[in-house]
Protein backbone atom coordinates (compact mmCIF):
# COMPACT_ATOMS: atom_id res chain seq x y z
CA UNK A 1 0.00 0.00 0.00
CA UNK A 2 2.84 2.54 0.57
CA UNK A 3 3.48 2.70 -3.08
CA UNK A 4 1.58 6.03 -3.02
CA UNK A 5 1.72 8.93 -1.04
CA UNK A 6 -1.32 10.49 -1.30
CA UNK A 7 -2.96 12.52 -2.13
CA UNK A 8 -3.76 10.37 -4.94
CA UNK A 9 -6.78 10.38 -7.31
CA UNK A 10 -10.05 8.93 -6.31
CA UNK A 11 -9.65 6.56 -8.93
CA UNK A 12 -6.37 5.94 -11.21
CA UNK A 13 -4.81 3.52 -13.83
CA UNK A 14 -2.01 2.05 -13.06
CA UNK A 15 -0.02 0.00 -15.51
CA UNK A 16 -2.53 -2.55 -16.17
CA UNK A 17 -4.34 -2.16 -12.98
CA UNK A 18 -7.11 0.04 -11.57
CA UNK A 19 -5.88 2.13 -8.28
CA UNK A 20 -8.72 3.22 -5.49
CA UNK A 21 -9.14 5.33 -2.39
CA UNK A 22 -11.00 3.30 -0.51
CA UNK A 23 -13.69 5.75 0.76
CA UNK A 24 -15.55 3.12 3.27
CA UNK A 25 -12.61 4.06 5.24
CA UNK A 26 -12.33 7.86 5.11
CA UNK A 27 -11.89 10.06 6.90
CA UNK A 28 -10.31 7.62 9.57
CA UNK A 29 -7.47 5.95 6.99
CA UNK A 30 -6.59 6.71 3.60
CA UNK A 31 -6.09 3.64 1.95
CA UNK A 32 -5.48 2.60 -1.28
CA UNK A 33 -6.74 -0.89 -3.09
CA UNK A 34 -5.84 -2.25 -5.82
CA UNK A 35 -8.06 -3.51 -7.85
CA UNK A 36 -7.05 -6.22 -11.02
CA UNK A 37 -10.39 -8.04 -12.18
CA UNK A 38 -13.74 -7.00 -13.23
CA UNK A 39 -15.37 -8.69 -10.40
CA UNK A 40 -13.34 -6.91 -7.28
CA UNK A 41 -13.98 -3.75 -9.19
CA UNK A 42 -17.64 -4.32 -8.79
CA UNK A 43 -17.92 -5.42 -5.53
CA UNK A 44 -16.10 -2.22 -4.66
CA UNK A 45 -18.42 -0.68 -6.69
CA UNK A 46 -21.42 -2.29 -4.65
CA UNK A 47 -19.37 -1.48 -1.33
CA UNK A 48 -18.98 2.25 -2.34
CA UNK A 49 -15.96 1.96 -1.84
CA UNK A 50 -15.68 4.11 -4.96
CA UNK A 51 -18.67 6.10 -5.79
CA UNK A 52 -20.06 9.23 -7.07
CA UNK A 53 -21.19 9.16 -10.35
CA UNK A 54 -18.01 10.98 -12.43
CA UNK A 55 -15.69 8.27 -10.83
CA UNK A 56 -18.70 5.64 -11.37
CA UNK A 57 -18.49 6.53 -14.94
CA UNK A 58 -14.15 6.70 -14.82
CA UNK A 59 -14.87 2.81 -13.32
CA UNK A 60 -17.25 1.75 -15.95
CA UNK A 61 -14.56 2.44 -18.40
CA UNK A 62 -11.39 1.31 -16.51
CA UNK A 63 -13.52 -1.56 -15.30
CA UNK A 64 -13.83 -2.54 -19.50
CA UNK A 65 -10.16 -2.10 -20.33
CA UNK A 66 -9.10 -4.28 -17.21
CA UNK A 67 -11.01 -7.12 -18.58
CA UNK A 68 -9.48 -6.72 -22.01
CA UNK A 69 -5.99 -6.43 -20.15
CA UNK A 70 -6.70 -9.93 -17.94
CA UNK A 71 -8.30 -11.72 -21.56
CA UNK A 72 -5.25 -11.00 -23.05
CA UNK A 73 -2.40 -12.11 -20.79
CA UNK A 74 -4.54 -15.59 -20.25
CA UNK A 75 -5.00 -15.36 -24.03
CA UNK A 76 -8.55 -15.58 -23.89
CA UNK A 77 -11.08 -13.50 -26.12
CA UNK A 78 -10.78 -9.81 -25.29
CA UNK A 79 -13.40 -8.48 -27.22
CA UNK A 80 -15.99 -11.25 -25.13
CA UNK A 81 -13.98 -10.32 -22.12
CA UNK A 82 -14.76 -6.67 -22.71
CA UNK A 83 -18.40 -7.04 -23.28
CA UNK A 84 -19.36 -9.43 -20.59
CA UNK A 85 -17.43 -6.67 -18.64
CA UNK A 86 -18.99 -3.73 -19.26
CA UNK A 87 -22.50 -6.16 -18.95
CA UNK A 88 -21.53 -6.85 -15.22
CA UNK A 89 -20.43 -3.30 -14.59
CA UNK A 90 -23.44 -1.44 -15.97
CA UNK A 91 -25.76 -3.68 -13.58
CA UNK A 92 -23.60 -2.83 -10.47
CA UNK A 93 -25.48 0.02 -9.77
CA UNK A 94 -28.45 1.27 -11.26
CA UNK A 95 -29.03 4.85 -11.06
CA UNK A 96 -26.07 7.04 -11.85
CA UNK A 97 -25.79 6.98 -16.06
CA UNK A 98 -22.54 7.83 -16.11
CA UNK A 99 -21.49 3.79 -15.22
CA UNK A 100 -23.10 2.45 -18.26
CA UNK A 101 -21.55 5.30 -20.40
CA UNK A 102 -18.48 5.37 -19.57
CA UNK A 103 -18.30 1.33 -19.80
CA UNK A 104 -19.92 1.20 -22.94
CA UNK A 105 -17.34 3.87 -24.33
CA UNK A 106 -15.30 1.59 -24.12
CA UNK A 107 -16.82 -1.69 -24.82
CA UNK A 108 -17.97 0.22 -28.39
CA UNK A 109 -13.68 0.11 -29.21
CA UNK A 110 -13.26 -3.68 -28.13
CA UNK A 111 -12.73 -4.77 -31.93
CA UNK A 112 -9.30 -2.55 -31.45
CA UNK A 113 -8.15 -4.57 -29.07
CA UNK A 114 -6.58 -4.35 -25.70
CA UNK A 115 -4.70 -1.12 -26.82
CA UNK A 116 -7.36 0.93 -28.01
CA UNK A 117 -9.68 0.31 -25.22
CA UNK A 118 -6.94 1.29 -22.29
CA UNK A 119 -6.14 4.39 -24.32
CA UNK A 120 -10.29 5.42 -24.11
CA UNK A 121 -10.27 4.65 -20.68
CA UNK A 122 -7.52 7.27 -19.79
CA UNK A 123 -8.95 9.42 -22.05
CA UNK A 124 -12.17 9.47 -20.57
CA UNK A 125 -10.26 9.97 -16.40
CA UNK A 126 -8.50 12.92 -18.27
CA UNK A 127 -11.72 14.33 -19.86
CA UNK A 128 -12.99 14.18 -16.35
CA UNK A 129 -10.52 16.19 -14.53
CA UNK A 130 -10.90 18.85 -17.33
CA UNK A 131 -14.85 18.74 -17.09
CA UNK A 132 -14.69 19.29 -13.94
CA UNK A 133 -12.74 22.22 -13.14
CA UNK A 134 -14.57 23.70 -16.22
CA UNK A 135 -17.35 23.09 -14.23
CA UNK A 136 -15.93 24.76 -11.32
CA UNK A 137 -14.61 27.74 -13.19
CA UNK A 138 -18.06 28.35 -14.64
CA UNK A 139 -20.29 27.31 -11.50
CA UNK A 140 -18.53 29.82 -9.77
CA UNK A 141 -19.03 32.78 -11.89
CA UNK A 142 -22.71 32.05 -11.96
CA UNK A 143 -22.64 32.05 -7.66
CA UNK A 144 -20.71 35.19 -7.71
CA UNK A 145 -21.94 37.08 -3.84
CA UNK A 146 -23.21 33.93 -2.98
CA UNK A 147 -20.96 33.50 -0.03
CA UNK A 148 -23.07 30.47 2.37
CA UNK A 149 -24.06 27.56 0.64
CA UNK A 150 -25.61 24.52 1.74
CA UNK A 151 -24.47 20.98 -0.60
CA UNK A 152 -25.89 17.77 -0.03
CA UNK A 153 -23.95 14.04 -0.15
CA UNK A 154 -20.28 14.37 -1.51
CA UNK A 155 -19.79 16.12 -5.33
CA UNK A 156 -16.10 16.57 -4.35
CA UNK A 157 -12.97 15.08 -6.09
CA UNK A 158 -13.82 11.87 -4.28
CA UNK A 159 -16.91 11.55 -6.43
CA UNK A 160 -14.65 12.39 -9.50
CA UNK A 161 -10.89 11.73 -9.98
CA UNK A 162 -9.78 14.87 -8.65
CA UNK A 163 -12.44 18.34 -8.55
CA UNK A 164 -15.80 16.73 -8.45
CA UNK A 165 -18.84 18.87 -9.60
CA UNK A 166 -20.47 20.70 -6.75
CA UNK A 167 -16.92 21.02 -4.49
CA UNK A 168 -15.14 22.10 -7.56
CA UNK A 169 -17.25 25.26 -7.76
CA UNK A 170 -16.87 26.07 -3.77
CA UNK A 171 -13.10 25.52 -4.52
CA UNK A 172 -12.89 28.27 -7.04
CA UNK A 173 -14.80 30.28 -4.87
CA UNK A 174 -13.16 29.98 -2.45
CA UNK A 175 -9.75 30.76 -4.28
CA UNK A 176 -11.72 33.79 -5.04
CA UNK A 177 -11.82 34.58 -1.66
CA UNK A 178 -15.86 34.40 -1.81
CA UNK A 179 -16.84 31.85 0.69
CA UNK A 180 -18.19 32.53 3.93
CA UNK A 181 -19.22 29.35 5.65
CA UNK A 182 -20.34 25.95 3.97
CA UNK A 183 -22.98 23.61 5.32
CA UNK A 184 -22.54 19.99 4.86
CA UNK A 185 -25.59 17.85 4.88
CA UNK A 186 -24.25 14.60 6.42
CA UNK A 187 -26.40 12.40 4.14
CA UNK A 188 -27.76 9.71 6.34
CA UNK A 189 -27.30 6.38 5.87
CA UNK A 190 -23.87 6.17 4.83
CA UNK A 191 -23.13 9.60 5.89
CA UNK A 192 -21.01 10.81 2.68
CA UNK A 193 -21.12 14.51 3.58
CA UNK A 194 -20.08 14.59 7.06
CA UNK A 195 -17.33 11.81 6.13
CA UNK A 196 -16.12 13.01 2.84
CA UNK A 197 -17.45 16.42 2.10
CA UNK A 198 -16.16 17.51 5.34
CA UNK A 199 -12.73 16.26 4.85
CA UNK A 200 -12.43 17.06 1.54
CA UNK A 201 -13.70 21.18 2.42
CA UNK A 202 -10.72 20.17 5.50
CA UNK A 203 -8.07 19.31 2.74
CA UNK A 204 -8.91 22.81 1.30
CA UNK A 205 -9.14 24.73 4.56
CA UNK A 206 -12.74 26.06 3.71
CA UNK A 207 -14.71 27.08 6.68
CA UNK A 208 -17.95 24.69 7.06
CA UNK A 209 -20.09 23.19 9.67
CA UNK A 210 -21.68 19.58 9.37
CA UNK A 211 -25.64 19.57 9.68
CA UNK A 212 -27.95 16.93 10.17
CA UNK A 213 -30.27 16.38 7.11
CA UNK A 214 -33.27 17.66 8.74
CA UNK A 215 -31.53 21.01 9.31
CA UNK A 216 -31.41 22.00 5.71
CA UNK A 217 -35.46 23.08 5.17
CA UNK A 218 -34.94 25.24 8.06
CA UNK A 219 -31.44 27.22 7.42
CA UNK A 220 -32.51 27.66 4.26
CA UNK A 221 -36.64 29.51 5.25
CA UNK A 222 -34.15 31.32 8.49
CA UNK A 223 -32.02 33.23 5.77
CA UNK A 224 -29.01 31.41 6.85
CA UNK A 225 -27.75 30.35 3.48
CA UNK A 226 -27.45 32.12 -0.32
CA UNK A 227 -27.37 28.97 -2.85
CA UNK A 228 -27.79 25.18 -2.58
CA UNK A 229 -24.98 22.96 -4.73
CA UNK A 230 -25.25 20.01 -5.43
CA UNK A 231 -24.83 17.24 -8.14
CA UNK A 232 -26.39 14.57 -9.61
CA UNK A 233 -26.60 11.05 -10.79
CA UNK A 234 -28.89 11.16 -13.57
CA UNK A 235 -30.83 14.38 -15.53
CA UNK A 236 -33.84 12.88 -18.07
CA UNK A 237 -34.67 14.66 -20.85
CA UNK A 238 -36.83 17.36 -19.43
CA UNK A 239 -34.52 18.08 -16.75
CA UNK A 240 -35.60 16.16 -13.42
CA UNK A 241 -32.42 15.49 -11.59
CA UNK A 242 -31.69 12.21 -9.50
CA UNK A 243 -29.27 12.86 -6.67
CA UNK A 244 -28.52 11.48 -3.48
CA UNK A 245 -31.45 10.98 -1.19
CA UNK A 246 -32.60 14.05 0.62
CA UNK A 247 -31.74 16.41 -2.63
CA UNK A 248 -35.66 17.00 -2.97
CA UNK A 249 -36.26 18.43 0.60
CA UNK A 250 -33.16 21.44 -0.30
CA UNK A 251 -34.89 22.05 -3.61
CA UNK A 252 -38.34 23.00 -1.81
CA UNK A 253 -36.41 24.76 0.74
CA UNK A 254 -34.91 26.48 -1.69
CA UNK A 255 -37.79 27.73 -4.01
CA UNK A 256 -39.76 28.96 -1.03
CA UNK A 257 -36.52 31.05 0.41
CA UNK A 258 -36.16 32.41 -3.41
CA UNK A 259 -32.31 31.16 -3.52
CA UNK A 260 -30.60 29.51 -6.34
CA UNK A 261 -30.76 25.64 -6.50
CA UNK A 262 -27.73 24.74 -8.72
CA UNK A 263 -27.09 21.13 -10.12
CA UNK A 264 -23.35 20.33 -11.19
CA UNK A 265 -23.23 17.72 -13.37
CA UNK A 266 -20.98 16.67 -16.46
CA UNK A 267 -22.65 16.49 -19.72
CA UNK A 268 -21.92 12.61 -19.64
CA UNK A 269 -24.73 12.66 -16.49
CA UNK A 270 -27.43 13.62 -19.11
CA UNK A 271 -29.18 11.15 -20.33
CA UNK A 272 -31.49 11.72 -23.61
CA UNK A 273 -32.57 8.12 -23.12
CA UNK A 274 -34.59 8.81 -19.95
CA UNK A 275 -37.68 11.58 -20.64
CA UNK A 276 -38.78 11.77 -17.19
CA UNK A 277 -37.34 11.80 -13.63
CA UNK A 278 -40.21 9.02 -12.78
CA UNK A 279 -38.49 6.85 -15.38
CA UNK A 280 -35.15 6.71 -14.09
CA UNK A 281 -34.57 3.27 -11.74
CA UNK A 282 -33.71 4.51 -7.96
CA UNK A 283 -31.43 2.01 -6.38
CA UNK A 284 -32.44 -0.16 -3.22
CA UNK A 285 -29.89 -0.46 -0.90
CA UNK A 286 -29.60 -2.58 2.56
CA UNK A 287 -32.06 -2.24 5.08
CA UNK A 288 -29.38 -2.50 7.75
CA UNK A 289 -28.27 0.84 6.05
CA UNK A 290 -31.20 2.39 7.72
CA UNK A 291 -32.15 0.52 10.91
CA UNK A 292 -28.16 0.60 12.12
CA UNK A 293 -26.04 3.12 12.90
CA UNK A 294 -22.36 3.04 12.81
CA UNK A 295 -22.94 -0.97 12.84
CA UNK A 296 -25.16 -0.89 15.62
CA UNK A 297 -29.08 -1.70 15.44
CA UNK A 298 -30.31 1.59 17.23
CA UNK A 299 -34.13 0.54 15.47
CA UNK A 300 -36.28 -2.44 16.94
CA UNK A 301 -35.56 -5.37 16.25
CA UNK A 302 -39.35 -6.03 14.50
CA UNK A 303 -38.92 -3.32 12.16
CA UNK A 304 -38.29 -3.23 8.67
CA UNK A 305 -36.75 0.16 6.64
CA UNK A 306 -37.05 1.53 2.75
CA UNK A 307 -33.47 2.66 1.99
CA UNK A 308 -33.64 4.35 -2.01
CA UNK A 309 -30.30 5.68 -2.30
CA UNK A 310 -31.44 8.38 -4.52
CA UNK A 311 -34.65 10.86 -5.12
CA UNK A 312 -35.46 13.07 -8.07
CA UNK A 313 -35.56 16.71 -8.28
CA UNK A 314 -38.25 18.18 -10.52
CA UNK A 315 -37.20 20.11 -13.54
CA UNK A 316 -39.14 23.34 -12.45
CA UNK A 317 -36.99 23.47 -8.94
CA UNK A 318 -33.78 23.25 -10.77
CA UNK A 319 -32.42 27.25 -11.34
CA UNK A 320 -29.56 26.35 -13.54
CA UNK A 321 -27.81 23.21 -14.45
CA UNK A 322 -24.18 23.50 -14.82
CA UNK A 323 -21.94 21.78 -17.50
CA UNK A 324 -18.30 21.63 -18.59
CA UNK A 325 -19.61 23.45 -21.99
CA UNK A 326 -22.83 25.76 -20.87
CA UNK A 327 -25.51 26.08 -18.42
CA UNK A 328 -28.51 24.85 -19.11
CA UNK A 329 -32.26 26.80 -17.27
CA UNK A 330 -34.54 23.71 -16.85
CA UNK A 331 -37.65 25.66 -17.41
CA UNK A 332 -36.69 28.17 -20.31
CA UNK A 333 -34.28 25.00 -22.51
CA UNK A 334 -37.01 22.34 -21.18
CA UNK A 335 -35.59 19.50 -23.28
CA UNK A 336 -32.18 18.65 -22.64
CA UNK A 337 -30.60 17.13 -25.99
CA UNK A 338 -26.50 17.24 -26.16
CA UNK A 339 -24.96 20.30 -27.79
O1 LIG B 1 -24.44 6.69 -3.40
P1 LIG B 1 -23.37 7.63 -3.87
O2 LIG B 1 -22.47 8.08 -2.78
O3 LIG B 1 -22.64 7.13 -5.08
O4 LIG B 1 -24.21 8.90 -4.33
C1 LIG B 1 -23.53 10.01 -4.85
C2 LIG B 1 -24.36 11.19 -5.05
O5 LIG B 1 -25.57 11.18 -4.91
C3 LIG B 1 -23.67 12.41 -5.52
O6 LIG B 1 -24.27 13.55 -5.03
C4 LIG B 1 -23.75 12.37 -7.04
O7 LIG B 1 -23.08 11.26 -7.56
C5 LIG B 1 -23.31 13.60 -7.66
S1 LIG B 1 -21.61 13.94 -7.51
C6 LIG B 1 -20.90 13.09 -8.76
Known amino acids: VARYVLPVRTIDWNVDEVVIIDQTALPAAERVVHLRTVDELVDAIRRLSVRGAMALGVAGAL ?8 ADEEGGNVRQAAESAAAKLVKARPTAVNLSWGAKRVAALAAGGRSAMVAEAIRILEEDVTANRAIGERGATLLEGRRRILTHCNAGALAGTEWGTALSIIRVLHERGAISEIFVSETRPLLQGARLTAWELGQMGVPHRVVVDGAGAGLILSGRVDAVVVGADRIARNGDVANKIGTVAHALAARRAGIPFIVAAP ?53 AIVTESRVIYPSADYILARP
Open 267 to 319: ESTLDPDTETGSSIEIEERDPNEVLCFAGIRVAPDGSSALNLAFDVTPADLVT
Open 63 to 70: GVALAACR
